[in-house]
C-alpha cells in the first residue's frame, strides 16, 4: 500500500500563498505549495491522473474516488465517475497467467487496460478518471484523441514529486519498478514539466486544462467535484 501523502517529504518549487474555494481548471495552473479547497471539471470530463510510478496517484485516487488498488473491476466513484487503473485489469488476469513471470503477460494487462479506457470513454455516461504514468508520449496522444472522437473534455492533473519520494513510495507498496525504466519515467516526466514551465502550453496532452499538484496540495485538497 502506497504511505499517506503526507507521510513523506513535499517537493514545491517554493512557498506559496493560499486559494480559496474551488476552481474549474482551464489552461494550466502550476499549483505546487498552494492550497485549494476542490477542483470542478465537466460531467464530460476525461481525467487523466498522471504522475511517475510511487508518486502516489493510487493513494489520491482512493482518497477522492474510493479506488481501491486491489480491485478487479474498475470502481465508480462520486458523480458516476469511473476509475480506470492498468492494476485493475492486472488483478483480474492474475488468476488465469499468475504463474508466469508478469514481464511475459504485461502485454496482455496493457491492451485489456487501453481497450477498457476506449470503451469507458465511449460508453460511460459520467465522467471517467485515468491512472496513467504520464511518460509516454503514444499514451497521451492515442487518449488525447479517443477524448476528442467521443466529445469529452479532455483534462490532466500531474502530480509532482521527487524521484527520491516516488521511489520510497514503490517500496513502501512492494511494487518496484526496474531501476532503468524508473530513470527514463523520471526523465520523461521532468521534460513535460520543463516544458510546461517554459510555457509550451500544448504540453504533455492537447487539453482544456493541466494542473499540476505536489503532495501537500493534494492534502489540502478536500475533494475533486465533477458537474457542479
Known sequence: MNPPLD??????????LPLAGAMAPVGVHDMRGRTIG???YPTTAALIFAGVPGAGKSTALRRFFGADAQAETSPVGPSGSIVLDSQHARNRWRHRLGWLPYPLWRPVVHVVHYASIRAALRDAEGPVVIHDCGTFGWSRRMIARWAIAYRRDLHV????????????????RGRRINGMFFTLHCRRWDRMISDLDTGHRDAPVPSSSVVIVDRSTVNHMRRIAFGE
Open 7 to 16: 507521510a513523506l517529504p513535499l517537493h514545491s518549487p517554493e512557498p506559496r
Open 38 to 40: 476542490e477542483l470542478r
Open 157 to 172: 492533473i500531474m502530480l509532482d514529486v521527487p524521484a527520491t519520494v516516488a521511489r520510497a513510495g514503490q517500496y513502501a
